[in-house]
């Protein structure tokens, strides 16, 4: 079997990537890791190219994991994102340590997203994971406590896949930040991992 890691482009990310890895290959899989560039957010080819990819490697999957994630991309959420990515600092608290910073990204983000072939290439996208993700079970990881996926925009897209006919759990914990639910919460993060994988690949 083969997991797919992905992530943004700074080193602390690097570092919580490279532990996922580990979390895998001890557990006899292989895994390839893909790391889109932050321009990505503000180059939509780049981002196409990339996402196109990544979707043909999903096509096998017989499940799917996903950590920290989805949710339609917004100004104030890349700006967070930018921002974190950019200077390889934790996204909690990023905009009160760097109020200016954030939003002076955000006022040169919002047209751009905003711009008609910009928005459209954002709702394709959007659109691309609801109708052409694998209809594999799903198990979603997520945290009340993350500032730059808001919960509600992943129960969204739960129900969304729901109700193509897609079995769905989840966990959802109550304080660790963005991407941080494996390094806060061990025992029970990977309890869901070796649940999930034994009811999506038991052959494995």
């Given at each position: 079997?083969?997991?797919?890691?992905?992530?943004?482009?700074s080193s602390d990310t690097w570092i919580s990537e490279s532990k996922y890895a580990d979390v895998w290959e001890q557990r006899?899989?292989?895994?390839?890791?893909?790391?889109?560039?932050?321009?990505?957010?503000?180059?939509?080819?780049?981002?196409?190219?990339?996402?196109?990819?990544?979707?043909?490697?999903?096509?096998?999957?017989?499940?799917?994991?996903?950590?920290?994630?989805?949710?339609?991309?917004?100004?104030?959420?890349?700006?967070?994102?930018?921002?974190?990515?950019?200077?390889?600092?934790?996204?909690?608290?990023?905009?009160?340590?760097?109020?200016?910073?954030?939003?002076?990204?955000?006022?040169?983000?919002?047209?751009?997203?905003?711009?008609?072939?910009?928005?459209?290439?954002?709702?394709?996208?959007?659109?691309?994971?609801?109708?052409?993700?694998?209809?594999?079970?799903?198990?979603?990881?997520?945290?009340?406590?993350?500032?730059l996926i808001p919960t509600s925009e992943v129960h969204r897209f739960m129900a969304l896949q729901e109700a193509r006919g897609?079995?769905?759990?989840?966990?959802?914990?109550?304080?660790?930040?963005?991407?941080?639910?494996?390094?806060?919460?061990?025992?029970?993060?990977?309890?869901?991992?070796?649940?999930?994988?034994?009811?999506?690949?038991?052959?494995?």
């Open positions: 079997m083969r997991s797919l890691v992905g992530s943004a482009h006899g899989h292989s895994t390839l890791s893909i790391r889109p560039r932050t321009s990505s957010i503000v180059v939509p080819p780049l981002g196409d190219r990339q996402g196109g990819g990544l979707l043909g490697v999903l096509k096998p999957v017989t499940g799917l994991i996903l950590d920290s994630a989805p949710s339609r991309l917004t100004p104030d959420i890349a700006a967070r994102g930018f921002v974190s990515a950019a200077l390889a600092e934790p996204a909690a608290g990023i905009e009160e340590a760097r109020p200016r910073l954030v939003g002076a990204v955000r006022s040169v983000l919002r047209p751009v997203l905003e711009s008609r072939y910009v928005a459209r290439r954002i709702r394709e996208v959007w659109q691309a994971w609801q109708m052409v993700a694998p209809r594999a079970k799903q198990l979603y990881l997520f945290s009340d406590s993350d500032v897609v079995e769905v759990s989840a966990r959802v914990f109550v304080d660790s930040p963005h991407v941080a639910h494996l390094r806060q919460y061990p025992a029970e993060y990977m309890a869901e991992l070796d649940q999930f994988m034994a009811q999506a690949a038991p052959a494995a």
